[in-house]
């Protein structure tokens, strides 16, 4: 018995501190304010809470409140999800409930915990949960996870994202559960009483349902039992008596529980697929398909039921919870038990999951036909969810889906509702496992699991584990992926005695709470150790009464229970488990008289239960209440003792590996134990000793035992925490002899235990006897097989470990174990190996161990094994020689730098591009842990002549790319060794000048171009403006702030225009011209004669015509302001208000207009400010966050500034984001009948939806335009405006799509007629204009291919319309509206041509846009007689030419003669004088088509900025001028100013159309000119023409233009439409609102380069690629960015030039989809400035430059650097400080004058070359060759690393000089270097030749520097182990001899050249062979 209690002592582990545990959430509630007022509220009307009965109710209900509350509480646990990504905060979060409140707090160990979010909701919660919902995105099925808590209550279930949505989500029933799953939430439907009798409709009622989005339909889950016969049997799982325990997301299961059975069973939880679905639904007809229920628990008496159980042939062991086949038990009838087990025998036949098949006919109709008949048939017994009730069993008369299978004409019709349909499942459960139904008679029915955990063991067996608290069991089923990882496979089910359970997830066990009350820890179904926890059992109170039971050992208490506990374990191993049972239930019963017995157990607080397992952190529930945290430690610390058991546990088998990783957990957590530094002696000591050596013996682990605490006592003693309680026994026990012993005994059986300790002892006293006895090694331990392969893989961790310069330190403590092993296993070259690496280090080691012979037959030796030791190193130092080289291994997962850099080097250095996809195993050899018996490795040869080789280009970027791919990092980079890492920084060197530009954020980042990587993320200027702050800016003087802010225009980002237009303060003067918000001034001379009140009066008629200008300013602000605000959600839009008041000079007095003085237009400024608000809802970006709420919370309480909001609802649609407004806000705006409203409103939201064919916005248009409704409905009495605004909104939503129906009722609404009672009489020119626009829109372009439209006939039609004639029949649905005429307007049977010329017109320059078109063209030719010129308006020649131009595309020509050939040949001829011409008709006529054809100009130039164009257009203008400075005379009337000014504004929006976007000063000026005149002629149209074209000329602060595409010159040409408004009311020609549509044709182009470092815009030299075309080649511009870039499709590509910037290229002919993103987020392009060079702003020239110095002064450039200099140069802060200490001469640097220097060159070198992260590789061969020099070298690794670099320059420099130039060591830096180490180890060599001879005869080399020398040497000179080839050598009588054996060897020639005066030493003495001194060899 002693014996069992001291092994439990040896393994007993500690727990970490504890900490008492208090759910946080129930402080919080405490202070919530609304506890229980919210349940106050329901309880009580308001009206009686105050009444004197309302206070006894109040006292009543707090009563309540407090009594319920603490009962409700619940909480749980989990491990934080939410860190940032560089460094994850692991943090635990909770989610507490109590009553109405949830709680969601979170806290870490070094951070309290702090409440996220807090839900109150209505009704008491009865469950809270996390759950992550996939929302599917509506592009290519990608789903973006919703974090979201739940809540459910009785009702209904609440969500609450993360991002801050909430859903609620009603419940149709009532719930019992709900679980998270990885789809969405299951619900599992309570079962009302009424379920549970026998044939009740409710017993079809599926149970479980699924709801996979807060919005999403809740729908029943479909089951799939498993069987062996097809699959067809898939049913809704509608089993009463299956209760869902336990659900996972990863793997998807659901654990479910039988009632009936006592069975737990484990189901895949999948989506449906598309068969299942229609298995489902479709009614089936056979009866073995009957849907679920129907057959399952329909038979008429319980009786027939069992019956037919028993008589099944085969039953059914598993009856998968009661469905699926005709036999299983019914959900609800009680087994009988008698009756099954006299059956037993034949029931418990089959296998689990075998269904039978006994579906007789009869019994199914006998089963429907008792359903038909049941009395409660008729009534559906749930109230509330008849959807649910009937939907699944419902014929629909359509036939197909209902779910009763039999065409029964007795079924009760009432029931059924026709109209229902079954709700389409999404969800399945497949069954995967269930439980066998235990056999012994006797045993009751396991109750349901408690608990249901997931689990994974040490080595990654993973098991899903269930408490069965009946039993006190936790059953633990391991299961595993399937080869094809789709279908889990449940192997076996182990049971662990146990009272509660928890996982720990972190270190991969399980916490076990046993019976007895002690913790036991297991990992998977093995049983590690106990835990001990530090203050549980030492109990508060005094100790003097108790002292006698606490000195006793701890586990005297659980000694019994132990006993039993062991001995039901052996038992097991013995006895079929029955009987196991049977012990178990006994068990019981003593388990629980022991405590009654014990009074030990009252006085100290046991454990209860366990609970909230997060990471490695579990809760204990004591007896007393309390709630004590503990943590239980990890597995391992130190990251190599980490990595060495991952080695480990790769290569053994998994029973070894665990016994190792047990043993090493006792170990390394005993109680009191080790500190941090004594792990890894504590490791070796424990490993070598499961290998069977004795580490008392060996003298190197003998001092690890010292090294660590002296004795166990201390170590405990100063891991103590508490001073109450003793833990003195304790210590001793720890500090006992014996249980050191025990401790390093190996794990052997039990059986063995007791004589292997005993003659240990033995062992023991006897060496200490006679230390003379040889070592040994232990050939029974339990390792001793594995040691070669042990020895293998941990070699292969040290070649890991050596590539890695934080791992390098961690390597030389591991070479220590290795060598031991490598000695003893007799592997010289191993030895050597090592000796090379640590010289000083290996040689103190001298002792090896025996491994007796007989005993060598019991290793195995793996085939992996070979004799040549591998060395990374000497692999990769062969590649870059260019030698063959065997394959190189590696342990996936665990040596993964191994792995990369080989197959790098094969990549990048071998050139063999296949080397990452197909030929890896070319490189590498994977060792697989099942490699045990394997045949020898195959020897690879690689085909070097074959292999094609790349361009080193392309290697560099695929070598980039790739370790992108793998997950490298430049902070990796730093990591690997200098001389390994060179070609990797070499080719990220090479990559750095031209990368790609689609490359990826990760590889941008690595080739250090940070321009690139922050490119990709989606920037705009106005986000970095917080981290940019500072800029230069052009705002004016601070005091002008106060007004500044209101005139809408701040926004305009200043550091972007300030580059644009640095000279000049033009964006100023823009603002002053477009400022709305402020009085203008007013001066009126007062004339002597004049009366004060006439004065006034002259003063207020002058405002009046200033407030024309006023007024139409808006238009022009929108597009100055155009997308350059980002709103804040929480702030209103700033409206500037548009002010309409003057001021008076010299008193400043005020001058109104609603004096009364004048007469003032009614409702003059209801357009105005409809403009105002369009102008300020278009500062808002497209991309900025707007949503529904914000556009409703910004609606204006004040009536008046209704026009205003319906402006501002037009802008966002203009931008796009008119599409958030819900339907129902849109429905409220449009019942309000407000008329601007609703223009405002259909035009927006047409514009979102442009050319989208939108259905239910072509329902909104439609109800406003009469033509588009059916003939027989209601008459609706829809504004004229409103109607104009629907139809164009027609066009927009079916722009360019060719819409047949809707193109022929535009065709007829253009000619539409004026009807009979007043209707469509006003105003009737801006609706047919809008149907031409309208019908132009919708045919957009499409020419003569209008699909299925040549009936209608277009373009006569329009054609007729044009010009005139008869009118035509009316046809189609419209016929009755027109039959009785109009009785005001006789207009007759002909067309109104005055009407419908303008509509008609630009309805076909539309649709034959750009096609053309001759023919179409020509009918749009000016006539060519004076007579029929008469006939034509002159504006509609203005139109037609306009249309000509337009369809003749490509003939518009950017010079004067072009426009001049648009007239006709009789108005340039010489006039015959006898003809009667009218000059002012010819004139008139001359001006318009001047104008229409400037006006093409500009639409074909537009935002081109094409300098011939703007010359051409600008001359016209000046003509225009000069004719108008002649107005006043006779020769042009007063007729004639308007024609003048109306062509003058036509050809300055041209104008300003061509130069959009580039402020041109010239445009500027004439807006400026025009500004300023406010008299006369100059009315509201005019001014409004102005300032667009001064809007346009400055579109969005310079950062958009127009663009050219189709749907653009739609936009221009209903925006400008020749035709402006007279007066501010006018709509009668056009729509005011329409002017805004030319937002549509703006397209962002404007680049603007930012500097990477700094953040701020910048100039940067473009060069810009046209496309060739037919009126040019291809041409190639420079630009200086920023500047607007030309239309993309132009473009051949675009790139940064050199030499100030990285250079970068855009290539547009491969996508401009890269572009296109760029530019939409403000243009910005991230540029990074190079070294040595300043932005062009400081340094207009270049001469500043680092590389200008050097070519002034003739001395070489490194004299001539100053460090001090650096930082104008570079800004990387590493080497401005590098500078500023190892640069600069200070005091303490004064006599290493020549190191300063050196560093200077150094930095100097790598700021000129641009690779300053050279500079650490640069120091460390410093440092390597003057320690090298200075002949104190400690290990040989720095000179690993000069070879490779040296061998990498030879293999660069063999290559020839040409291909030098990329190489990164270029300067004479390197062979300086080289020169140095020659010479130093050719000093060493003629001195120590003697050791180098000894070293080749294998003799003890001499302790001290010479050897480390010679290792140095050797490593160096790549000089193989010579030690067995001395003889070889030594007998050589010739150099020829040497030189042919030595060939063998694969010396390389000149290192064998060093060799040859030792070599030859024999023959010729040391005297210099054939007469040569050494060194004239090469080196």
């Given at each position: 018995m002693s014996e069992v209690v001291y092994e439990e002592t040896a393994t007993m582990i500690a727990a970490g501190e504890l900490q008492s545990f208090v759910p946080f959430g129930r402080e919080h509630c405490r202070n919530h304010p609304n506890a229980f007022n919210l349940q106050l509220r329901e309880l009580q009307p308001a009206s009686e809470l105050w009444s004197s009965d309302g206070a006894a109710g109040l006292v009543g209900s707090l009563q309540e409140v407090s009594l319920q509350e603490r009962e409700r509480e619940w909480w749980q646990l989990r491990k934080g999800c939410m860190g940032v990504k560089e460094d994850e905060v692991e943090f635990e979060e909770e989610?507490?409930?109590?009553?109405?409140?949830?709680?969601?707090?979170?806290?870490?160990?070094?951070?309290?915990?702090?409440?996220?979010?807090?839900?109150?909701?209505?009704?008491?919660?009865?469950?809270?949960?996390?759950?992550?919902?996939?929302?599917?995105?509506?592009?290519?099925?990608?789903?973006?996870?919703?974090?979201?808590?739940?809540?459910?209550?009785?009702?209904?279930?609440?969500?609450?994202?993360?991002?801050?949505?909430?859903?609620?989500?009603?419940?149709?029933?009532?719930?019992?559960?709900?679980?998270?799953?990885?789809?969405?939430?299951?619900?599992?439907?309570?079962?009302?009483?009424?379920?549970?009798?026998?044939?009740?409709?409710?017993?079809?009622?599926?149970?479980?349902?699924?709801m996979l989005h807060p919005l999403g339909e809740i729908a029943p889950v479909v089951s799939k039992p498993s069987g062996l016969f097809e699959g067809s049997h898939v049913q809704y799982m509608s089993d009463s008596t299956m209760k869902i325990v336990f659900t996972c997301c990863q793997p998807s299961i659901v654990v479910s529980y039988d009632t009936v059975q006592g069975t737990h069973t484990v189901w895949a939880l999948r989506k449906v697929t598309q068969d299942e679905r229609s298995t489902v639904l479709r009614c089936p007809t056979e009866p073995v398909g009957t849907p679920l229920g129907l057959m399952a628990s329909s038979f008429p008496t319980s009786h027939l039921r069992n019956i037919s159980h028993l008589d099944s042939p085969v039953g059914s062991g598993t009856t998968v919870l009661g469905f699926g086949s005709g036999t299983s038990c019914a959900p609800g009838s009680p087994l009988h038990y008698p009756a099954l087990r006299s059956q037993q025998s034949r029931i418990m036949t089959s296998s689990p999951g075998v269904h039978s098949r006994v579906h007789s006919p009869s019994i199914s109709n006998m089963a429907a036909l008792s359903r038909a008949h049941s009395p409660g048939m008729a009534a559906p017994s749930f109230s509330g969810a008849s959807r649910f009730n009937t939907s699944f069993h419902s014929l629909s008369p359509r036939g197909h889906h209902g779910l009763l299978p039999l065409t029964n004409s007795t079924i009760n019709e009432s029931m059924i509702t026709p109209d229902r349909e079954p709700i389409v499942p999404d969800l399945c459960v497949e069954q995967l496992w269930s439980e066998t139904v235990m056999a012994g008679c006797h045993r009751e029915m396991s109750s349901q699991a408690s608990k249901v955990f997931i689990t994974s063991d040490f080595c990654e067996n993973c098991y899903l584990c269930f408490l069965v608290e009946s039993h006190q069991q936790l059953r633990c089923v391991k299961f595993l992926e399937s080869n094809d990882t789709t279908q889990l496979i449940f192997p076996s089910v182990t049971t662990i005695p146990a009272k509660d359970a928890a996982p720990l997830q972190n270190i991969d066990a399980m916490l076990v709470l046993e019976a007895c009350g002690s913790l036991v820890l297991y990992t998977g179904i093995t049983r590690v150790s106990k835990v001990f926890v530090p203050g549980l059992l030492s109990p508060t109170f005094s100790l003097s009464s108790q002292l006698p039971h606490l000195s006793t050992p701890v586990e005297n208490v659980s000694t019994p229970a132990n006993a039993g506990n062991r001995h039901l374990q052996r038992l097991e191993d013995i006895m079929p488990s029955p009987v196991s049972e049977l012990r178990g239930s006994n068990y019981k019963h003593h388990e629980a008289s022991f405590f009654e017995d014990c009074t030990f157990q009252q006085a100290t607080p046991f454990i209860n239960a366990l609970r909230d397992p997060v990471c490695n952190q579990v809760t204990l529930e004591l007896s007393s209440g309390t709630m004590p945290r503990i943590s239980i430690p990890e597995i391992a610390t130190s990251e190599l003792v980490r990595k060495c058991l991952q080695s480990i546990r790769f290569i053994l088998p998994k029973e070894a590996a665990m016994k190792v990783l047990v043993k090493w957990y006792n170990i390394y957590n005993a109680p009191g134990g080790p500190s941090a530094h004594a792990e890894w002696s504590q490791f070796v000591t424990c490993f070598l000793t499961l290998m069977g050596y004795n580490t008392e013996r060996l003298a190197w682990t003998r001092q690890l035992h010292f090294e660590g605490p002296l004795s166990p006592v201390i170590a405990a003693k100063k891991a103590r925490h508490s001073d109450q309680g003793s833990d003195e026994d304790w210590d001793y026990l720890l500090a006992s002899h014996y249980h050191r012993q025990i401790i390093f005994q190996p794990v052997c059986s039990s059986a063995e235990s007791s004589d292997a300790v005993t003659t240990e002892t033995e062992d023991l006293s006897s060496a200490s006897s006679s230390s003379s006895s040889s070592l040994k090694l232990e050939s029974s331990a339990p390792l001793f097989p594995h040691i070669p392969a042990l020895f293998y893989v941990l070699h292969l961790l040290y070649q890991e470990l050596q590539l890695d310069e934080l791992q390098r330190a961690r390597a030389s403590a591991l070479v220590c174990l290795l060598q031991q092993l490598a000695r003893d296993l007799q592997l010289e070259e191993y030895v050597d190996l090592y000796w090379r690496d640590y010289p000083s280090l290996i040689s103190s080691f001298t002792e090896s161990c025996i491994i007796d012979p007989a005993a060598i037959g019991q290793m195995h030796r793996p085939s992996f094994l070979s004799s040549k030791p591998p060395c990374v190193f000497s692999w990769l130092s062969s590649c870059l020689r260019g030698e063959e080289s065997s394959p190189f291994p590696y342990l996936p997962g665990i040596c993964q730098r191994t792995r990369l850099l080989v197959l790098s080097y094969a990549l990048y250095i071998m050139g063999d591009d296949n080397a990452t996809a197909t030929n890896e195993s070319k490189y590498l050899f994977k060792l697989s842990a099942g490699q045990r018996s394997c045949a020898t490795e195959l020897n690879f040869r690689r085909q070097s002549s074959v292999k094609v080789r790349f361009s080193s280009e392309s290697l560099a970027e695929q070598l980039v790319v790739w370790l992108t791919s793998q997950g490298f990092t430049l902070k990796d980079l730093e990591s690997v060794p200098f001389g390994v890492a060179l070609p990797i920084r070499e080719a990220i060197y090479r990559c750095r000048e031209q990368p790609c530009s689609d490359w990826s954020e990760e590889v941008c980042l690595l080739i250090g171009r940070q321009d690139l990587t922050k490119q990709a993320h989606k920037m705009t200027l106005a986000k970095s403006k917080a981290s940019v702050g500072s800029g230069l800016s052009l705002e004016p003087p601070a005091t002008t702030e106060a007004d500044e802010e209101e005139d809408g225009m701040s926004d305009i980002v200043q550091e972007v225009t300030g580059l644009i237009w640095s000279q000049d303060l033009r964006v100023q003067e823009v603002r002053r011209l477009l400022q709305s918000s402020r009085p203008v001034r007013v001066s009126v001379v007062q004339l002597p004669e004049v009366s004060d009140h006439e004065y006034i009066e002259e003063k207020e008629n002058k405002l009046l015509q200033l407030c024309q200008r006023t007024m139409a300013l808006p238009v022009g602000r929108g597009l100055f302001t155009l997308f350059s605000y980002h709103p804040v959600p929480t702030e209103l839009l700033p409206v500037p208000k548009l002010n309409l008041t003057g001021r008076a000079p010299p008193r400043n007095t005020m001058v109104d207009l609603n004096s009364g003085n004048i007469d003032v237009p009614p409702n003059m400024t209801s357009w105005p400010s409809f403009h105002n608000g369009v102008a300020a809802g278009l500062k808002i970006a497209p991309a900025s966050h707007v949503d529904s709420a914000w556009i409703a919370y910004n609606k204006p309480k004040s009536p008046e500034l209704a026009n205003e909001y319906a402006g501002f609802l037009m802008a966002l649609g203009l931008n796009g984001h008119l599409t958030k407004l819900a339907t129902l806000n849109i429905?409220?705006?449009?019942?309000?009948?407000?008329?601007?409203?609703?223009?405002?409103?259909?035009?927006?939201?047409?514009?979102?939806?442009?050319?989208?064919?939108?259905?239910?916005?072509?329902?909104?248009?439609?109800?406003?335009?009469?033509?588009?409704?059916?003939p027989t409905s209601t008459e609706l009495d829809v504004p004229h405006n409103i109607q104009v605004a629907a139809v164009i909104g027609i066009g927009l939503v079916y722009q360019g799509t060719g819409h047949r129906h809707n193109a022929e009722v535009l065709l007829s609404e253009i000619g539409r007629p004026p009807g009979p009672e007043m209707e469509y009489c006003t105003d009737r020119e801006s609706y047919s204009l809008a149907a031409g626009l309208a019908l132009g829109m919708v045919c957009l372009g499409h020419g003569s291919n209008l699909i299925g439209m040549t009936d209608l006939n277009v373009p006569e039609q329009l054609y007729q319309y044009m010009v005139g004639g008869h009118r035509r029949a009316q046809a189609g649905a419209n016929r009755e509206r027109h039959k009785s005429p109009s009785y005001q307007i006789k207009e007759g049977d002909t067309i109104n041509v005055d009407v419908t010329c303008p509509g008609a017109t630009l309805a076909l320059a539309m649709i034959y846009l750009k096609t053309n078109n001759r023919s179409i063209a020509d009918w749009l030719k000016p006539p060519d007689t004076w007579f029929l010129l008469d006939f034509i308006k002159p504006e509609f020649l203005l139109l037609r030419t306009l249309a000509r131009c337009i369809i003749m595309w490509d003939e518009i020509l950017p010079n004067t003669e072009w426009v001049k050939s648009n007239i006709p040949q009789i108005m340039r001829g010489n006039f015959d004088p006898s003809e009667d011409i009218n000059m002012e008709t010819m004139a008139q006529a001359q001006d318009y088509i001047t104008a229409g054809a400037c006006m093409a100009m500009g639409l074909r130039f537009a935002g081109s900025a094409n300098s011939d164009a703007f010359d051409c257009l600008y001359e016209f203008a000046r003509t225009f001028m000069k004719m108008m400075s002649f107005a006043g005379t006779a020769a042009v009337g007063a007729m004639g100013y308007y024609n003048l000014q109306t062509g003058l504004s036509m050809i300055l929006l041209a104008m300003s159309m061509v130069m959009a976007g580039t402020g041109n000063l010239k445009v500027l000026q004439l807006c400026r000119f025009f500004h300023k005149r406010t008299g006369g002629e100059m009315n509201y149209g005019f001014h409004m023409a102005h300032h667009m074209a001064l809007g346009l000329l400055f579109m969005g602060g310079g950062r958009y233009t127009l663009s050219t595409s189709n749907s653009a010159i739609a936009a221009l040409l209903c925006a400008l439409y020749p035709h402006f408004p007279a007066h501010s009311t006018d709509n009668r020609y056009h729509l005011q609102a329409l002017r805004h549509l030319a937002v549509l044709a703006a397209e962002p182009r404007l680049l603007v380069p930012v500097d990477v470092d700094s953040l701020k815009p910048c100039y940067a030299l473009l060069e810009v690629t046209y496309k060739e075309t037919r009126w040019y080649n291809e041409t190639t511009v420079e630009l200086m960015a920023p500047t607007l870039l030309p239309e993309l499709h132009l473009l051949k590509q675009v790139r940064v030039k050199g030499p100030r910037y990285w250079e970068l290229t855009l290539d547009l002919s491969k996508e401009t989809q890269h572009l296109k993103s760029i530019l939409s987020r403000d243009g910005v392009l991230y540029v990074k400035l190079r070294a040595g060079q300043l932005p062009y702003k400081d340094d207009p020239q270049g001469w500043k430059s680092l590389l200008t110095t050097t070519i002034n002064h003739r001395n070489s450039g490194v004299t001539a650097f100053k460090p001090e200099a650096i930082s104008t140069f570079t800004s990387e802060p590493a080497l401005i400080s590098f500078a500023e200490f190892f640069c600069k001469t200070s005091e303490a640097m004064k006599h290493r004058k020549d190191t300063l220097v050196l560093f200077s060159a150094m930095l100097y070198e790598c700021v000129t070359q641009e690779c300053s992260e050279m500079l650490p590789t640069y120091i460390s061969i410093e440092q390597a060759v003057s320690a090298l020099r200075r002949g104190d070298v400690q290990q040989t690794f720095p000179l690993w690393q000069l070879r490779l670099v040296v061998e990498l320059w030879d293999s660069r420099m063999l290559r020839g000089p040409a291909n030098s130039h990329d190489t990164l060591l270029t300067s004479e830096f390197l062979p300086v270097m080289k020169n140095a180490v020659d010479v130093a180890l050719d000093e060493w060599l003629k001195e120590n030749s003697s050791v180098l001879g000894s070293y080749m005869r294998n003799e003890v080399l001499p302790n001290d520097t010479r050897s480390v020398m010679l290792a140095s040497f050797l490593v160096y000179r790549s000089i193989s182990c010579l030690r067995n080839t001395h003889t070889q050598l030594e007998g050589c009588g010739s150099f020829g001899d040497l030189l042919y054996r030595s060939s063998q060897l694969g010396i390389p020639l000149r290192d064998l050249l060093r060799l040859v005066p030792v070599l030859l030493g024999s023959v010729s003495g040391s005297q210099s062979l054939l007469g040569f001194p050494p060194q004239v060899f090469p080196s």
């Open positions: 989610l507490y409930t109590a009553g109405n409140m949830v709680v969601w707090s979170q806290g870490s160990r070094t951070q309290a915990s702090s409440v996220y979010k807090a839900f109150t909701v209505d009704s008491p919660v009865q469950q809270a949960l996390w759950c992550n919902f996939a929302v599917p995105q509506n592009k290519n099925d990608e789903e973006e996870v919703e974090q979201t808590v739940c809540i459910v209550q009785s009702s209904c279930i609440n969500v609450h994202t993360v991002t801050g949505k909430d859903f609620i989500s009603p419940l149709p029933f009532q719930v019992s559960d709900v679980w998270v799953t990885k789809f969405g939430l299951l619900l599992e439907r309570k079962n009302s009483a009424n379920d549970t009798q026998l044939n009740l409709p409710g017993e079809l009622m599926p149970t479980v349902f699924s429905h409220d705006y449009l019942t309000k009948g407000h008329e601007m409203t609703s223009i405002g409103l259909l035009l927006g939201v047409s514009s979102a939806k442009l050319g989208t064919m939108d259905m239910s916005i072509t329902r909104l248009l439609s109800i406003h335009i009469p033509a588009l409704l059916p």
